[in-house]
């Protein structure tokens, strides 16, 4: 595991589509993407983690909070 935290990166992610990025509509239409594959599960983010400081994740979340969750409750 430990390995697999050092060599691990954002393309490599990406690749594997085991990220979430983008801007608002794009992190919503994922959101919703992974709820279909799997309904009923929970998602869990992880927001903080190499590089990534204190103020870029707690950004993070506020994003999520005011403009992804808004989104993602339109329609329902």
Do not use: C, W
């Not at 794009?26 to 992974?34: C, F, Q, S």
């Not at 799997?38 to 005011?66: C, D, I, K």
Request: charged letters at 20%.
């Amino acid at each position: 595991m430990e390995q697999a935290a050092r060599t691990t990166t954002v393309a490599g992610l990406m690749a594997a589509d085991n990220i979430i990025v983008g801007g608002v509509a794009e992190t919503a239409a994922t959101i919703r993407r992974i709820g279909k594959l799997y309904p009923g599960a929970e998602l869990s983010l992880q927001l903080r983690f190499g590089s990534v400081s204190h103020a870029e994740a707690m950004r993070a979340v506020r994003l999520l909070g005011e403009r992804v969750l808004p989104e993602l409750m339109e329609g329902e």
